[in-house]
């Protein structure tokens, strides 16, 4: 992966693609024809994997109460989270057919249908996020395979912002990059990033994903880049984790975690870009 500082100095180029999707998380609920409220429900129960969330006069807010269970405890401890995306998929209970499959040993504990969404396949996708502060915070823009078609597995990362490794002048770096999972086509590329400027307040994270390769940008401003990508529509994964970090607690004075997103959009290349 290209990262900068040895990246040239460019700047996103908006022109060259056409808005297609403008979610402002606008009215009083969730469009159902794009948002699903619930995290990989097939390897969890129903109530822990529901979202907590509100819209309100600047966006979406994610949520994560200290009263929440974990998400799965049986494959993924303590973690815990709040989680909006883009399809569905399972086989039947019991099977081990399901979205991200991110271990061994996964069993289909609630079965879903499949639901195909928002499922974006190359141009442009941002988001503009303020992120959760609070040391165990992962706040993070996934893109991922559907999986109905196990090898369509591969897994974009728009961006991920950990609240403990944001400094008190706003100074972090981020994560971005490729992660095969199953997609055998796919190598492993995946990097923490430095950005300047203020990271505790909204900032606009977008992905330029094109046949072969993606480039990250953050306020426009060109971070990350690689000559690899997957091929086939991924849906999308905006979501809040409570991570079991080494050296934190669960003390109820720091919840509820909140992390907040104004919008989030994606653009179509136009012609013959």
Avoid: K
């Avoid at 974006?120 to 996934?142: D, F, K």
């Avoid at 990362?157 to 770096?173: K, N, Y």
């Avoid at 990033?193 to 330029?208: H, K, M, Q």
Wanted: glycine share 8%.
């Amino acid at each position: 992966m290209r990262r900068s500082p040895d990246l040239p100095h460019a700047r996103l180029d908006r022109s060259r693609f056409e808005l297609v999707v403008n979610e402002r998380f606008v009215g009083a609920a969730l469009d159902p024809a794009r948002w699903l409220p619930v995290y990989l429900p097939h390897w969890s129960t129903p109530d822990r994997s529901a979202a907590r969330y509100r819209l309100t006069d600047t966006g979406l807010q994610l949520r994560v109460d200290h009263d929440q269970p974990a998400w799965s405890p049986e494959y993924d401890g303590e973690l815990r989270v709040s989680n909006l995306q883009t399809g569905s998929f399972s086989g039947p209970v019991g099977s081990d057919r399901g979205q991200h499959r991110f271990r061994d040993g996964l069993v289909v504990r609630t079965a879903v249908p499949e639901r195909r969404l928002w499922q974006p396949r190359y141009g442009l996708v941002e988001a503009r996020i303020r992120p959760s502060l609070h040391p165990r915070a992962l706040t993070a823009l996934w893109l991922i395979g559907h999986e109905a078609e196990p090898e369509q597995s591969g897994e974009l990362c728009v961006v991920e912002l950990f609240g403990g490794e944001i400094d008190e002048l706003g100074a972090t770096s981020i994560g971005v990059g490729v992660h095969p999972f199953g997609d055998a086509r796919l190598r492993d590329e995946f990097a923490r990033v430095p950005i300047a400027g203020d990271a505790r307040g909204f900032r606009t994270y977008s992905l330029e994903w094109m046949p072969g390769a993606a480039r990250w940008y953050v306020d426009d401003v060109l971070v990350a880049e690689v000559d690899q990508s997957p091929d086939y529509p991924l849906q999308l994964m905006l979501n809040l984790y409570d991570l079991p970090l080494e050296g934190t607690t669960r003390e109820a004075a720091g919840y509820p975690m909140t992390a907040s997103v104004a919008w989030v959009r994606e653009w179509h290349p136009r012609d013959g870009a």
